[in-house]
């Protein structure tokens, strides 16, 4: 495991590990009840691999007939394939201090650790490795891909204990990180909320060589704010101060329609890429927006 300016690890608090404990009894719940035949069915492995040559039988796909074998026989054999199910799943995690805004019961930063929970258990359910990178404006910490339970609790902690040193966010750093650390493609989830500078180059790349899915958290507030009068409004990474009269409907359209442009230039972005998108709330529950992406995947692999 690597960390930005390689930090040493420190003893984890008793408080996180309770909170792993907790989400990972939710997650696990989740996964054996609702995701993990979906993720097996959507994420099938990278092909098929050869296994031995059986002769036919009725019902069998005529396309799948050895016909060396059959010659040498005299009767007709067919390929039997099995599929290579080994993956690599990746989750490329935002910790910047913009994840800590919630106006709810639940901020940003606790609906990624527990999303990215009930993905990387999937991914493990399914005998597949899983890698996570956390960033914020730099690369806060990278664990290389590997297999098994007590792997996936070590990234739900580092998820949850992660205390980001940078400022802002980038994704560019990331997705660089990933074109030279994973030879072969994987599966790369980009969990954020895409209040990022311009990262069109480096996902380009990263689109080409990886199957990658953005997954956007947001808090409603951030497009609605209440009318609540003069507020003073903190930016959590710039540290910039700005009081706002919400109060106006001027203002709180102006709000609404700059989020609404920022958000059509990501799904420009992403279409151009090939790249999903899974749009996910703090006041409403992840597990719909998932069950539809990947109802929109089996639909698309059904197709001729």
């Not at 608090?13 to 009840?33: D, F, G, M």
């Not at 297999?147 to 400022?167: K, T």
């Not at 909320?193 to 689109?207: K, N, Y």
């Amino acid at each position: 495991m690597t960390r930005a300016g390689g930090t040493p690890d420190v003893a984890i608090p008793p408080e996180i590990l309770e909170a792993v404990r907790r989400i990972e009894i939710r997650a696990r719940r989740l996964v054996e009840e609702t995701f993990s035949g979906e993720y097996h069915s959507v994420f099938r492995g990278r092909g098929m691999q050869f296994r031995e040559v059986r002769e036919y039988v009725p019902g069998d796909d005529v396309r799948t007939i050895d016909w060396n074998v059959t010659a040498r026989a005299g009767a007709p054999f067919v390929k039997v394939f099995d599929e290579e199910r080994e993956l690599t799943l990746v989750l490329v995690a935002d910790v910047s201090r913009s994840g800590l805004f919630g106006s709810g019961p639940r901020d940003k930063a606790e609906v990624v650790a527990e999303l990215c929970a009930v993905l990387a258990l999937a991914a493990v359910a399914n005998r597949d490795k899983v890698g996570l990178v956390l960033f914020s404006d730099r690369i806060e910490l990278f664990v290389p891909p590997r297999r098994g339970r007590g792997h996936v609790l070590r990234l739900i902690r580092e998820l949850l204990a992660a205390r980001a040193a940078g400022r802002g966010t980038d994704l560019n750093a990331p997705l660089q990180l990933l074109a030279s650390v994973l030879k072969r493609r994987a599966t790369v989830f980009l969990v954020s909320d895409f209040w990022v500078p311009d990262f069109s180059a480096s996902l380009r790349v990263a689109s080409r060589r990886h199957d990658c899915v953005a997954v956007r958290v947001r808090d409603p507030r951030e497009a609605d704010l209440p009318a609540a009068g003069l507020v003073k409004w903190v930016d959590a990474e710039s540290g910039r101060t700005l009081l706002v009269d919400s109060g106006s409907e001027r203002t709180r359209r102006e709000l609404a329609a700059r989020v609404a442009r920022r958000d059509e230039e990501l799904g420009r972005l992403l279409r151009r890429q090939r790249v999903d998108l899974v749009e996910v709330t703090t006041d409403r529950s992840y597990v719909e927006p998932l069950q539809a992406f990947f109802a929109r995947r089996e639909r698309r692999r059904g197709r001729p």
